[in-house]
């Protein structure tokens, strides 16, 4: 069985693997807050709008998240990370490349929140992100897909 490598933290934490057969094909990931009630509808948000089923799924807290993001996005999760082809883009620059792939009407408010310059669009990102918990709540453990999204969600 073939791994992708761990990124290591340093931490002694025992190193997980992740099949490469559970990425392989994988074009876009979003990771995300599994415990935050803003993140999870923003997961519920995409996958509605997703209708050509790019995008898979997975908790900044489980196994995936580990084994292809670095340890400083791991452990940040004040932010959602969307991974395309090894590339990871954080925060606003997530939402605007989320928001192109989710239909033309999307496509126009990515295209518009593009034009608001990155620290900006980042700070405003920030704001939301650091009260998300007082807004949106806080729950006790991460989304658990329905059988129909099972595929669309990496652990």
Do not use: H
């Amino acid at each position: 069985m073939s791994t992708v490598p761990v990124a290591l933290s340093g931490t002694g934490e025992i190193p997980i693997t992740v099949e490469e057969s559970k990425v392989e094909g994988v074009r876009r990931i979003l990771f995300f807050d599994g415990v935050c009630g803003l993140c999870s509808w923003s997961i519920d948000f995409v996958m509605k709008r997703d209708v050509k089923e790019e995008f898979q799924f997975a908790p900044l807290q489980g196994d995936t998240a580990r084994s292809l993001l670095s340890p400083t996005d791991v452990n940040d999760l004040d932010t959602m990370v969307l991974w395309v082809g090894g590339r990871t883009y954080r925060k606003s620059a997530a939402v605007t490349r989320i928001l192109w792939r989710l239909g033309t009407g999307w496509q126009a408010v990515g295209v518009l929140l593009w034009l608001i310059p990155l620290p900006i669009r980042n700070l405003g990102y920030t704001i939301v992100a650091k009260n998300r918990y007082r807004f949106f709540g806080k729950k006790e453990s991460c989304r658990l897909p329905t059988p129909q999204e099972r595929t669309r969600f990496l652990p």
